[in-house]
């Protein structure tokens, strides 16, 4: 019964809370429209709500985060040694199309995050029908070991934790 009129209870104590806050002093028009926006906003994001995903290996989840940690750190130091010029050969930077299986949409937001976290690539596009994505690569050497990487360090893991 109550979440028929509080979908989000906490949310809506949150709301009423921070508006009352954001309204010192506090007035009876404040309190009106504090209890509006506590009652209805719960509401637009019960419609807004995402469907559930749940982790199904968390061993997975682990051993990525880990292959994260330590690619951000390796990744920093080749982006500094670019562009601090300690490097002889030219950068050759470009873009490349990898094409992905993973199509579960927390995976692949996962995979964005990581790309893009990730100093040297930059995930610019994503084509839903083909799955392909469009990654720039500021350091590109060979465009196969790119996309080997994503698909057997990145990838495979965020297809064992996503179902």
Not at 84 to 94: A, D, I, Q, T, W
Not at 96 to 110: C, E, K, Q, S, T
Request: glycine share 8%; charged share 20%.
């Amino acid at each position: 019964m109550i979440r028929a009129v509080l979908p989000h209870p906490l949310l809506a104590a949150g709301l009423f809370g921070a508006w009352l806050l954001l309204s010192e002093p506090v007035s009876p028009g404040d309190i009106a429209v504090a209890l509006i926006a506590a009652l209805t906003i719960p509401h637009v994001m019960r419609l807004l709500e995402p469907d559930r995903s749940g982790v199904r290996s968390p061993g997975a989840l682990i051993q990525l985060a880990g292959y994260v940690a330590v690619d951000v750190v390796r990744s920093n130091y080749a982006v500094a040694t670019i562009i601090l010029g300690r490097r002889k050969r030219e950068r050759v930077s470009g873009f490349i199309h990898v094409p992905l299986d993973l199509r579960n949409r927390y995976g692949l937001a996962v995979l964005a995050i990581i790309l893009t976290s990730t100093p040297g690539t930059l995930w610019v596009q994503y084509d839903r029908p083909s799955g392909r994505l469009l990654l720039h690569v500021l350091d590109l050497i060979e465009e196969q070991e790119w996309i080997d990487l994503i698909k057997g360090r990145y990838e495979r893991l965020l297809l064992e934790i996503f179902p």
